[in-house]
């Protein structure tokens, strides 16, 4: 009985020593990550989608499991990452300048100081979408009418405020603003609850192809009031909305206004690692990433460095130092 207890510690004890020398994959502990999007009808939602698809193919060897969570939008996600209630979020680049300033949403707080850049995404248009029989030509064609202006939390609700200012409409006395998520703003405009509404979106979109296959005539309206913008704000840029992508929209031609950028952002508490993890999978397959959205179809490694204000994330420098893409 005594030898049995004894060759049964010595095997125990044997293999759980060696069972420690064997560096195991197996063993080494999930890291999940979340990542901030916007509304489900938006393109920040499949982009969110996209990155954790790059990233989870390769779970074995990193040892992450990257989530989605539709969220607010920009502002919602910046402050949920600075608060470390989500690893990552995807922010226009409008606010991401305005956030690590200090400004906007931020005035109160000051700079967020932890906020980190990691690369930026796919264009995002200003877009005004408008019903047909609202009568609505032009920007100043929105006196007195009832107007998504966009949710608190989005990036898109100050775009619209500064589009109305340029065009000298006060959204607080000149107009009903209605502050819905845009992922509502579509049926709202159908049903002729609104007459418009404001989206920063990429393109092709969920939430205006739902606003412009309608009953209700529905066009997008150009925004061309923007000197005065594009010269006052360092992130602001012409844009135009292709309207191949809208079959049902009275439009016949591709309509100017102005836009930002989608960024992938982070904070400085997130590991190095696991920032260097996903930008190396973006980046290196970066390919197989532009076919899953036709958004990203103008997405070069080169063009996803630019549009970015807060400090790189040393994790996402370390690979674009590698790669000699930044000093
Ligand atoms: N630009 C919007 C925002 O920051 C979100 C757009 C989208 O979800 O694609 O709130």
Request: with cysteine; proline share 5%; glycine share 10%.
């Amino acid at each position: 009985m005594r030898k049995i207890i004894f060759w049964a510690t010595l095997i125990f004890f044997g293999t759980t020593i060696i069972a420690g020398l064997i560096p195991s994959r197996v063993d080494a502990k999930t890291r999940f990550v979340t990542v901030g999007t916007g509304g489900i009808t938006g393109v920040y939602y499949p982009t969110g989608g996209a990155i954790s698809k790059m990233i989870n193919k390769k779970r074995k060897k990193y040892g992450i499991r990257c989530t989605v969570e539709s969220t607010a939008g920009s502002v919602f996600n910046v402050n949920a990452v600075m608060a470390g209630d989500l690893d990552f979020g995807i922010v226009q680049s409008d606010r991401q300048y305005q956030a690590i300033h200090g400004m906007a949403e931020w005035k109160a707080a000051g700079p967020q100081k932890d906020l980190r850049a990691v690369f930026s995404i796919h264009p995002e248009a200003v877009t005004l979408v408008a019903a047909e029989d609202a009568g609505i030509k032009t920007i100043k064609d929105l006196r007195g009418k009832r107007v998504n202006i966009g949710n608190p939390g989005s990036g898109q609700r100050q775009n619209s405020i500064d589009a109305l200012s340029a065009a000298g409409i006060d959204y607080k006395k000149d107009l009903h603003a209605e502050q819905v998520k845009a992922s509502e703003a579509a049926g709202l405009l159908q049903d002729g609850r609104i007459d418009a509404f404001f989206y920063t979106v990429g393109h092709p979109s969920g939430a205006i192809k739902e606003a412009t296959a309608g009953n209700r005539k529905v066009g997008i309206v150009p925004i061309t009031d923007t000197t005065t913008l594009l010269d006052r704000y360092p992130y602001y840029a012409p844009a135009a909305i292709p309207v191949k992508f809208y079959p049902g929209a009275i439009n016949d031609k591709d309509v100017p206004t102005f836009g930002v950028k989608a960024t992938f952002v982070t904070s400085s508490k997130v590991p190095d690692e696991i920032v260097y993890a996903i930008t190396k999978e973006v980046f290196e397959n970066l390919d197989q990433f532009k076919k899953l959205h036709p958004a990203y179809e103008v997405l070069t490694a080169k063009g996803m460095l630019q549009g970015l204000s807060a400090p790189i994330h040393p994790g996402a420098m370390k690979y674009y130092r590698e790669k000699g893409l930044l000093k």
